[in-house]
């Protein structure tokens, strides 16, 4: 009997989605779910963009070009100049959501058995990218109770071989939801300068930062401009997840040269989602400021409900919306599939994503979840009730 390829059978299921089957058979017999485990914002998406999808016209849906229609373009290169970034059309390519930009850029920067830093925890698709490629994922360890902040420069250098070809920072985090100061990113910056390595900007949370604080964009520095290949996404700024519109963008020549030619054989993206998005440059700042007044409501009434309950411990995130959460238990997994299988207040429960398996670290992360708050505060305040009730009655 023939079997697939090795590389295949060696991916591991999505954390943010493992427990579904769990999920469904819970719903079927009536019980209500609040779902954290998940970076789906309730969210309206932008009406321009939905009044552009009823006013597509056009008779033939046709293929548009590989790396995105003009007007498209156009309106990215507006919006990036709204928040101080410069480029010009032939270093950005539009793709099928972030994700496929990463998927390019792990495909163009690495040859099998090169290695990649990323801070540890990480965005969990970061390790079927790199698995896909023959590439190796280093961790550089971050810790809950230093607010899972970059580790002096240091602890980075440690990592490196001379297999080092790039370092991942997402800033804001996804999962953590630490934002990276300037000059925390400076000396980043200056490290990878002086080792030739590239930086991956994945720069998908921009819009959610909290307090005075602010997002930099390492596309800002220009003495790294070589080595900077950011992917970006529509997907949660604009509330726009199933769009699926992303944007890999660098001034390295040889990386949009190589891009344009992994776009066109996948011919397009979809042209009635193009169509719609390309005046998304024209969303107010009203628009932003809404949105992220509700978030910071949120994770405030999160981090409320969460310190009342006993043993738990957070970090507090300054961008995106997630939180990782450590539980007075051994398995957090066991504890998410406890409240899915075994576990019901008032026909309700919650589900989470078991924080380990955004762990490259083997064993990091046991009893510990990521809970994404992109409920409405009244929800949120519910879901820490039924962890509250989960916990005591999975401990007792």
Do not use: W
Request: charged letters at 25%.
């Amino acid at each position: 009997m023939s079997v697939i390829a090795k590389r295949a059978s060696q991916l591991e299921f999505s954390p943010i989605r493992k427990l579904v089957p769990l999920a469904i058979k819970a719903k079927k017999q009536g019980i209500y779910i609040f779902h954290l485990n998940i970076g789906q914002p309730d969210i309206e998406s932008p009406k321009k963009f939905l009044q552009r999808v009823k006013n597509f016209d056009q008779k033939i849906v046709v293929y548009e070009k590989s790396d995105g229609t003009e007007e498209l373009k156009n309106s990215v290169l507006k919006y990036y100049k709204k928040v101080g970034i410069e480029i010009s059309d032939d270093e950005l390519v539009i793709t099928s959501g972030g994700s496929e930009a990463l998927a390019m850029v792990f495909f163009i920067l690495f040859n099998s058995g090169d290695e990649c830093l990323t801070l540890d925890p990480t965005y969990t698709n970061y390790l079927t990218f790199a698995a896909v490629n023959g590439v190796e994922l280093k961790a550089v360890p971050t810790a809950l109770k230093e607010n899972f902040l970059v580790p002096p420069i240091g602890e980075i250098k440690k990592k490196i071989t001379k297999k080092t070809k790039a370092i991942i920072i997402t800033n804001p985090s996804n999962p953590t939801g630490a934002l990276y100061p300037q000059k925390m990113l400076k000396e980043i910056v200056d490290f990878c300068v002086k080792n030739n390595i590239f930086i991956i900007a994945d720069e998908t949370y921009r819009e959610f930062v909290y307090g005075n604080k602010k997002a930099v964009s390492l596309m800002s520095f220009k003495k790294a401009q070589q080595l900077v290949v950011m992917c970006d996404s529509f997907s949660k700024r604009y509330s726009l997840c199933g769009a699926r519109l992303g944007m890999l963008v660098s001034k390295n020549k040889q990386v949009m040269e190589a891009a344009n030619k992994m776009a066109q054989s996948r011919l397009a993206t979809g042209a009635i989602e193009q169509y719609a998005a390309a005046k998304l440059h024209e969303t107010p700042k009203s628009y932003f400021l809404k949105v992220n007044r509700e978030y910071q409501k949120r994770r405030d009434t999160l981090m409320k409900g969460l310190s009342k309950i006993k043993g738990v411990k957070f970090n507090k995130p300054d961008g995106a919306f997630y939180l990782i959460a450590e539980l007075p238990v051994k398995d957090a997994e066991d504890f998410c599939k406890f409240m899915l299988e075994k576990f019901e207040d008032k026909k309700q429960t919650v589900m989470m994503a078991p924080a380990e398996g955004f762990y490259v670290t083997e064993g990091l992360g046991k009893n510990q979840v990521r809970i994404a708050y992109v409920l409405n505060s009244k929800d949120i305040t519910r879901a820490c009730e039924l962890i509250a009730l989960g916990l005591e009655k999975y401990l007792g």
